[in-house]
C-alpha cells in the first residue's frame, strides 16, 4: 500500500461481514491491517467479525486506481492483496466490463474488438478473391490443362469433392518436384480453372502483403468448371479420369507433356543420389 496517497475504496463491492460496519471502521481495519501490522486475529477479535482469520483480507474492497477503462471512462480497481504479497501487485480491472490492460484481456468488449478485426480481415479476403460469376467450360480446356487439373483434383480433392484442400496437396504427390507444384497450381490459378477459396484459412494469407500473397498449401482451392449438366459427381469423374483417347489425338502435345514429366523425375532422382552423398545439387531450368 502506498502510504503517501489517501486511498480510495470501492464501495461497492465489500465483504459480508464487513459491510455490517460503516466507513470509518473499515478504513480503520484497513489501516490497522497494511500500516500498524496488527495481527489478523486480534483485528478480528476487536471488531466481532464472524470469519476466518484468512478470510479478512478478501472482505476488504477493491481500491480505486487512477488508470480509466477506455471502454466506459471508468476508474479500474484493484482486488486488496495480503501483507505477505506486497510485491505481487494485482493487475487493474474494469469494475463494469471487467476489461483489463492486457493484450491477453478476454472482457466482452475485447472479444468483440477481436471479432471485428478478423471480420475486417476475411471481408479484405472475400473481396480479393471473389469467386467468378463466369465458370470455364471443360471444352475450353487444353489437353495440358486436363491433365494439370486431373493431378490436382486426385491428389487434393476433400471427401465431400467441394473443396481442394491445400494441406492434402502438400501432403500428397502431386508432381516429382516442389517447384512444378508451384507451377502447376499458378498456371490453373491464372487461368481461373481453379480459384481460391475465400474462406481460406487467415493464416493462410501473408502478413506483408496482406491478402494478396498466400501460401499454396495452405489456402484451399474451389473449382471453377462449369457444371452444365448439373451433376457434379459426373463433373469431377470426368475431370479426375480424362479419357486416354483425348492425349492421343494430340500425340505432339502428349508427348510434351510426358517429355516434361520424365525431366522432372530424372531431376527427382538425381537430387535424390545426390542428397544420399552429400552433394547439394540444382539442375536448374535448361530448356527440355
Ligand atoms: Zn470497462
Ligand atoms: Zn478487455
Not at 480510495?8 to 490497522?32: A, C, H, M, N, P
Not at 516442389?178 to 497450381?185: E, S, V
Request: glycine fraction near 4%.
Amino acid at each position: 500500500m502506498d502510504n503517501d496517497k489517501e486511498l480510495t475504496f470501492y464501495w461497492k463491492r465489500l465483504g459480508k461481514q464487513l459491510s455490517k460496519l460503516d466507513k470509518e471502521t473499515i478504513k480503520k481495519i484497513v489501516t490497522e491491517y497494511y500500516e500498524n501490522k496488527a495481527k489478523v486475529k486480534d483485528i478480528v477479535a476487536k471488531y466481532h467479525l464472524n470469519i476466518l482469520n484468512s478470510k479478512l483480507v478478501s472482505e476488504f474492497p477493491p481500491i480505486v486506481t487512477d488508470e480509466k477503462c477506455k471502454y466506459d471512462d471508468e476508474l479500474m480497481i484493484v482486488d486488496p492483496h495480503s501483507r505477505d504479497s506486497l510485491g505481487l501487485n494485482r493487475e487493474p480491472y474494469c469494475p463494469v466490463c471487467g476489461h483489463k490492460n492486457s493484450p491477453y484481456c478476454r472482457c466482452k468488449n475485447c472479444l468483440e474488438e477481436e471479432r471485428k478485426y478478423f471480420q475486417g480481415l476475411r471481408n479484405k479476403i472475400r473481396k480479393t478473391y471473389l469467386i467468378p460469376k463466369e465458370k470455364i467450360s471443360v471444352e475450353d480446356l487444353t489437353l495440358r490443362d486436363r491433365l494439370l487439373l486431373a493431378a490436382v483434383l486426385r491428389t487434393g480433392l476433400n471427401e465431400d469433392t467441394t473443396k481442394i484442400l491445400g494441406s492434402k496437396l502438400e501432403e500428397g504427390k502431386l508432381s516429382p518436384l516442389a517447384d512444378m507444384n508451384k507451377d502447376i497450381l499458378a498456371s490453373l490459378v491464372s487461368k481461373k480453372i481453379i480459384v481460391v477459396d475465400p474462406e481460406s484459412s487467415l493464416d493462410a494469407f501473408v502478413d506483408e502483403d496482406f491478402p494478396e500473397t498466400y501460401y499454396i498449401y495452405e489456402v484451399n482451392y474451389l473449382l471453377n468448371i462449369e457444371d452444365k449438366d448439373d451433376n457434379h459427381n459426373q463433373l469431377i469423374e470426368t475431370l479426375e479420369y480424362p479419357e486416354s483417347k483425348e492425349f492421343f489425338l494430340e500425340p505432339k502435345v502428349s508427348l510434351g507433356l510426358w517429355r516434361e514429366l520424365a525431366l522432372a523425375e530424372c531431376k527427382e532422382y538425381l537430387n535424390y543420389r545426390m542428397n544420399a552423398v552429400g552433394f547439394k545439387f540444382n539442375p536448374g531450368k535448361k530448356p527440355i
